[in-house]
Structure formats: C-alpha cells, structure tokens
C-alpha cells in the first residue's frame, strides 16, 4: 500500500488534467469526431495528464492561486492541453514533412535538375 500512496502523491497534478481532458471529450462533441479510434482516445486523454502534471506547478508559482483551487488548474491544463495536442497533431498530420525535408536536403546538397 506504501506504493499506492507514493504513486498517487507522484501522479497529484496528473490524475485532475486527467479528468479534465475525460471531461472535455464527454462534453465536446466536435472533439469525439476528431479523435478516430480508442488509440486517438487514449492519446488524448494520456496528453491532458502529461500536460496538466507537468504545467501545475509551473502555473501554480507563477499565479500564486489559493491552495485550494489548485486542482482546478491542473483540470483545466489538462482539458485544454488535450486539446491543444490534438490540434499540433492535426497540424503535423495535414503538413507535407516529407516534401519539406526532401526540398531542404535537395537546396543543401544540390539537386540534380533534370
């Protein structure tokens, strides 16, 4: 039991951004039809924990909110940091990297015109 509690105390910031990002895709309808399939899903709410444990504190020292309401930062990092992964990887999956990286090397190392 003495690993539950050091898991949960580890994990304090994560489990509300959880929740969070749980939340948003509950009530979000346009958020559901984005996300395709359980892995799209449970990368999203996996981004809300990893946002929210990570940014908590960060934004609890520069804010300096009361004690008690630092839970609902952690929730509202992690429905807006889901979110906000969401639309990066949206963004890389509609960018052509390939043709980006092909044009860099073929401007770096010469091209062959034909």
């Known amino acids: 039991m003495v690993w539950l509690e050091k898991l949960l105390t580890w994990l304090e910031w994560?489990?509300?951004?959880?929740?969070?990002?749980v939340f948003i895709y509950a009530?979000?309808?346009?958020?559901r039809q984005e996300?395709?399939?359980?892995?799209?899903?449970?990368?999203?709410?996996l981004s809300g924990g990893v946002v929210s444990h990570f940014l908590t504190p960060l934004a609890t020292w520069w804010l300096h909110p009361d004690p008690n309401s630092v839970g609902g930062i952690g929730?509202?990092?992690?429905?807006?940091?889901?979110?906000?992964?969401?639309?990066?990887?949206r963004g890389?999956?509609?960018?052509d990297l390939w043709a980006l990286a092909q044009s860099i090397?073929?401007?770096k190392f010469g091209g062959g015109s034909q």
Not at 36 to 42: E, P
Not at 75 to 89: E, N, Q, R, V
């Open 35 to 45: 996300l395709r399939g359980k892995k799209d899903v449970m990368l999203f709410l």
């Open 75 to 89: 929730f509202l990092l992690g429905a807006f940091g889901g979110a906000l992964c969401t639309a990066i990887m």
């Open 92 to 95: 890389i999956n509609a960018s």
């Open 14 to 21: 994560a489990i509300p951004g959880f929740f969070g990002a």
């Open 27 to 31: 009530v979000v309808p346009s958020q």
């Open 105 to 107: 090397i073929k401007a």
